[in-house]
């Protein structure tokens, strides 16, 4: 079940949803508005390799002019906010204003664990040219109810490779899983 509007303001006063900064203005019927926050990232090389750890270049996000995306690039962005969900699984959806702009929030990684403490990176893509600002809505914040009782929370896994707090992108840790 998802969480209501109701559901997620109660969660936040017991303490097992934390999203800062907040808004009351950003809380919808059943989500909650985030923002895309004042950094970008791409990755330095072409070719990409999922053995290696790949470098990215980390930008700030021009206050008035923003900045201008390219089709066939991948950008990392992140949100503005904080959040930390403790009881209930959160969704990263983009929202349809964005998708009608073309942009692509995420590849593969919609769907957070129970225990994540972070802000959240963006896997960015765009379909045209479309500049972007710092702080524009950028994707909403979905909370599922979690059926049974979690062994061990996300933040508390000693596998967890995003667990270092961070407002800037972070680049994908895939070259630490054996394979």
Known sequence: MILTDQQIRAEMQRGTIVIEPYDASCLGTNSY?????????????EVLDARRHNQIDTFEIDEHGGYVLQPGRLYLGV???????????PFLEGKSSVGRLGIDIHATAGKGDVGFCNHWTLEISVSMPVRVYRGMPIGQLIYFTVQ?????????KASAKYNERSDRPVESMMWRNHF
């Open 33 to 45: 508005d985030v923002h895309l926050g004042r950094y970008l990232a791409t990755y330095r090389d």
């Open 79 to 89: 949100t503005d906010e904080y959040t930390e969900t403790h009881a209930t699984v």
């Open 148 to 156: 049974g009782t979690v062994e061990t929370l996300y933040h508390h």
